[in-house]
C-alpha cells in the first residue's frame, strides 16, 4: 500500500499553520523597537511606509549624511530632501525642514537629523569596535540568543583598505575569543548543539578583503581572498571561533563559493567546526549551488553549515538587469522566493547528516515550515537553528527560543559611515511592501494571510 503524498502534505501544512499560530499568539502586542512609534525609529518607519516620497528621500539623507561635514551643509540638504514631503507629515517636521541653512533653527533641525540618524543606526548596529559590542553581545546571551557578529564594511576601493578590514576581522577574533568564553552566560544554550561548540561566531564579507575582487577578474580574485581567508580561519581556530562567509551579489558569488570551497577542503582546515556558507533562495540558480554545497560537504567528509536566507541585493540586482536589459538572476515576485526557500529547506534537512541547517528569515511561515518538516523527518532542536537580524525581530526571536529552538541574531558592528549603506538596505528592508515585518508588525496583516503556502510565481 503506498502512502498519500497530498494527505501527507496537507497534514505537514495543518502542523505548520498551527505552529505558526502559537507564534503569533506568543508574540501578542509586543513590537520590534524599530516599529514603536515611542522612538523616532518608530516614527520614521510609520512615515515612510505611508508617505512614499517621504521615504525615498529620507532614505537619499540617510545615504549621503555621513558625507556632510557642516552643520548648513546638513540642513541644506534636510531643506532639499524633505521639504515637499514634510508637510504631509507634521506640523513640528515641516518647521524643521523648512529652516535656512544658516539660521539657529537650521543648526537645531541639524542636531536634530544627526542624533535621529544615530538612534537609527544604534538600533540595528551594535557598536563600533569589538569592545564596544561586548555589552550587547552578553545581553543577548542572557536572553538565551545566540549571535554572529558582521563587521560592516561595503566593497574597498584600495589594498589599504583591505587591510585595514582584515585586520578588523583579527582583532575581533582576539577580542571575542578572550572576552566572550569567560562570561557565565557563554555555557551552552542548548547542551550538545553543533552551533553552540562556540559562543562566538563572525560572518565575513570576503568582498571587503580584496580591491580588486571582481568576476574579471577571477583566477586572482580566488587566490588572494583564499590566503586572506585561510588568516581568518587560522586566527578562527587559535580562538575556538565559528566562522560563516557571507553570500553577495551575483556577480561575486561564484568567487565566494570557490574561495569557501577552496579553503576549508584543504587538509589543514578539515577539522574547523561547521565552517558556515550562506545560500540565497531569491537566487533562481540556488538549488543548483545547494546540491553542489552538499557535494562538497561529503567530499570533505566533514559537515559544514548552510545558513538559508531569502536575500538582501534583491533591489539593487534587479536595477542593474533592467539597466543593462538583461534577464535577471533573481525570481521577481516574492512568493517564489518564498516558495523556494521552503524547498530548499525540505533538501537541507534531508541531508542534515552534511550540513549543519541555519535558516535565517522574519518570516513565521518559512521559520515554522523548517521547524515542522524536521519534526516530522525525526530531527531535533539540536539539528538545526533559526538566525535573524539584530534590532529587527526581537519578539520573534525570543517566540522561538522560549519553544526550545536556538536562535542565532545576526550582529552588525562599525562605524556609522561604512554601516550606512547597511542602514539603508535594513531601512528599505523593514519598509517594503512586501516585508513579512511590515506586515506583521504596522500592518497588522491576518495570520491565516501570514501563514499561507507560498508557491512559485515566475
Known amino acids: 500500500m503506498t502512502s498519500n503524498p497530498t494527505a ?22 509586543e513590537q520590534p523597537s524599530a516599529f514603536n512609534k515611542n522612538y523616532w525609529t518608530g516614527r520614521i518607519m510609520e512615515w515612510s511606509m505611508t508617505q512614499p516620497d517621504f521615504k525615498t528621500n529620507m532614505f537619499r539623507l540617510v545615504d549621503v549624511l555621513p558625507s556632510l561635514q557642516s552643520s548648513r551643509a546638513i540642513a541644506a540638504h534636510v531643506h532639499e530632501y524633505l521639504s515637499e514631503s514634510a508637510k504631509h507629515i507634521h506640523g513640528l517636521v515641516e518647521w524643521g525642514v523648512s529652516a535656512k ?21 544604534q538600533q540595528f548596529i551594535a557598536g563600533e569596535t569589538p569592545s564596544s559590542a561586548l555589552k550587547q553581545l552578553r545581553r543577548l546571551r542572557k536572553l538565551q540568543l545566540s549571535f554572529t557578529v558582521d563587521l560592516l564594511g561595503e566593497y574597498c576601493l584600495s589594498e589599504k583598505e583591505a587591510e585595514v578590514y582584515m585586520n578588523r576581522y583579527l582583532e575581533a577574533l582576539e577580542v571575542f575569543g578572550k572576552e566572550v568564553p569567560a562570561w557565565k552566560e557563554s555555557q551552552p ?13 563572525v560572518s565575513v564579507k570576503l568582498s571587503a578583503l580584496y580591491s580588486q575582487c571582481g568576476p574579471l577578474n577571477y583566477t586572482k580574485s580566488v587566490q588572494v581572498l583564499s590566503d ?7 586566527m ?17 558569488n561564484p568567487i565566494i563559493y570557490e574561495v569557501f570551497r577552496t579553503v576549508f577542503g584543504e587538509k589543514e ?3 574547523f567546526p561547521y565552517p558556515g556558507i550562506v ?28 545558513r538559508l536566507v531569502k536575500g538582501a541585493y534583491w533591489d539593487a540586482e534587479t536595477v542593474t538587469s533592467n ?7 533573481l525570481y521577481s515576485i516574492k512568493e517564489s522566493s518564498d516558495a523556494n526557500y521552503e524547498k530548499l529547506s525540505r533538501v537541507l534537512i534531508d541531508n542534515h547528516e552534511y550540513v549543519l541547517p541555519a535558516f535565517g528569515s522574519h518570516n513565521i511561515r518559512s521559520l515554522a515550515f523548517a521547524c515542522c518538516y524536521a519534526k516530522e523527518k525525526g530531527l531535533t532542536e539540536k539539528d538545526f537553528e533559526l538566525q535573524m537580524l539584530y534590532g529587527m525581530a526581537e519578539p520573534i526571536a525570543r517566540a522561538f527560543s522560549k519553544r526550545g529552538y536556538l536562535v542565532r541574531l545576526y550582529v552588525p558592528l562599525g562605524e556609522m559611515i561604512p554601516g550606512m549603506g547597511y542602514l539603508v538596505r535594513r531601512l528599505l528592508e523593514n519598509t517594503s511592501n512586501e516585508s513579512f515585518l511590515r506586515h506583521t508588525f504596522f500592518d497588522d496583516a491576518e495570520v491565516e494571510e501570514l501563514l499561507k503556502e507560498p508557491h512559485l510565481q515566475d
Not at 544554550?189 to 561566531?201: F, N, R
Open 189 to 201: 544554550i542548548i547542551e550538545g548543539h553543533p552551533g553552540e561548540i562556540s559562543p562566538v561566531c
Open 101 to 121: 541653512p544658516n539660521s539657529l533653527r537650521g543648526k537645531l533641525t541639524s542636531a536634530v537629523v544627526k542624533q535621529s540618524v544615530r538612534q537609527m543606526a
Open 228 to 234: 586572506r581567508l585561510r588568516s581568518i580561519a587560522r
Open 8 to 29: 501527507h502534505s496537507t497534514k505537514l501544512h495543518s502542523e505548520i499553520v498551527s505552529f505558526g499560530r502559537e507564534i503569533f499568539r506568543d508574540i501578542g502586542e
Open 323 to 329: 539597466q543593462n536589459d538583461w534577464p535577471s538572476p
Open 236 to 252: 578562527a581556530k587559535e580562538n575556538n571561533a565559528l566562522v560563516y562567509i557571507d553570500a553577495e551579489d551575483t556577480a561575486h
Open 269 to 271: 582546515f578539515l577539522d
Open 279 to 306: 545560500l540565497q533562495a531569491y537566487a533562481r540558480e540556488s538549488e543548483e549551488i545547494l546540491y553542489s554545497l552538499l557535494s562538497f560537504a561529503k567530499e570533505r567528509g566533514k559537515p559544514i553549515a548552510v
